[in-house]
């Protein structure tokens, strides 16, 4: 985990984090391990899927990995060289977490395609102090760039 940036969104004070995470245990433990460090900021997460295969192999685990998460926006995959589609889509993931009502009655979660996109969604959102956590194997850092 890495903090890139502190800065104010909408006039909140926004930490923003970036984590390499692209398995679903990383991912839980990467989320806990901010929850318990910063327990009074919202935590907004936004993770891009790597790989079709991965997402495919790991996609029930994938989905009860954002459980402790506030917000969750769920981003294209990121293809590999070897691998540029497959028969999965991050829509599907998005909405596979939201069947699962027992656990994210409470937390919104979000289909973006892109990082632009993504970062016009927490522009329009924020309305509190926040953590928003980065995580992928992907180019998914760059959100920084948008603040």
């Known amino acids: 985990m890495e903090i890139k940036k502190i800065t104010l969104i909408n006039g909140y004070k926004c930490i923003i984090m970036d984590d ?3 398995h679903p245990t990383e991912i839980k433990a990467t989320i806990s391990a901010i929850k318990k460090s910063y ?4 935590l907004w997460t936004v993770f891009q899927p790597h790989t079709f295969s991965r997402t495919e192999a790991l996609f029930n685990d994938f989905a009860k ?3 402790l998460s506030d917000e ?6 990121y293809p590999s060289k070897r691998e540029t589609e497959g028969k999965i889509h991050a829509r599907d993931l998005v909405k596979k977490i939201l069947a699962d009502k027992d656990i994210f009655e409470k937390q919104k979660v979000y289909y973006i395609s892109n990082i632009a996109g993504a970062a016009r969604l927490l522009k329009d959102k924020i309305k509190e102090d926040c953590l928003i956590l980065t995580i992928g194997a992907s180019n998914v850092w760059e ?3 948008y603040f």
Do not use: R, V
């Open 72 to 77: 969750t926006i769920i981003l294209d995959i």
């Open 65 to 67: 990995s954002f459980q």
């Open 39 to 42: 327990p009074k900021l919202k």
């Open 143 to 145: 959100l920084e760039k």
């Open 20 to 22: 390499y995470g692209h």
